[in-house]
């Protein structure tokens, strides 16, 4: 009787972790898209938003980092149980650190000048609509604990990678040819920059989903493409 409470206590630890990162992940996600949709609009207010939801993820954070710790001192999960909650642990903090550049992309909303006539603007939120559905469905691929579905978001990384570095060339001739849009310009390439780390991070996450799922590391990326 006693092994059966041990046993659904830890059930029941397992499912809050699970919850806590999705509800940290779905507003990373939105954090993301109402960071875009503010600095396309010029919606100061909305980047306000975006800032201040940065702390209830922050929060999230924590809440995990303290339920993830607990339940190792108290439960001692060995094998799948263990990685699940170590891949927690470590999935919350990059996540948090996706809701950070999320913000940092916010609070460019009010650094863009002559938005309307800035045509480099307008080559950005395809770059984060890719990386906003690796955040969406690196989520999906935890929840379900589908490794198949991280390692093709770990895949995916590369179309960002291809976007940042297409901007990146952009911005750099907008800034020679229009010298007083410099500033404006290097606004953008640092929102790009950010786009581009969150990205790497929907990896990052892709990358403990799989391990928890397999026990497996997705260490090279020619070995996805050969799979």
Sequence with gaps: MAQEHTVKAFDEDITRLRGLIAEMGGLAEVSLAEAMEALVKGNSELAKGVIARDKRIDSLEAEVDKLAIRVI????????DLREVIAALKIA???????????????????????????PLTL?????EVAGGMVHDVMTAFAARDAALAAE?????DKVDAFYNS???????????????????????????????????????????????????????EDLAGA
């Design 93 to 119: 903090g990059v996540v948090e650190r996706i809701g950070d550049y999320a913000k940092n992309i916010a609070k460019s909303t009010d650094k863009i000048e002559h938005r309307r006539k800035f045509d």
């Design 73 to 80: 001192a108290l439960r001692a999960p060995m094998a799948d």
């Design 167 to 221: 901007i990146f060339r952009n911005l750099v001739s907008h800034m020679i040819e229009n010298p007083t849009s410099i500033s404006s310009a290097a606004e953008l390439l640092f929102v790009a920059r950010n786009i581009e780390r969150i990205g790497d991070h929907a990896t990052n996450v892709a990358e403990m989903v799989h391990y928890a799922a397999t026990g497996a590391y997705l260490t090279d990326r």
């Design 153 to 157: 978001i770990v895949a995916r990384d």
């Design 124 to 128: 950005i939120p395809a770059m984060a």
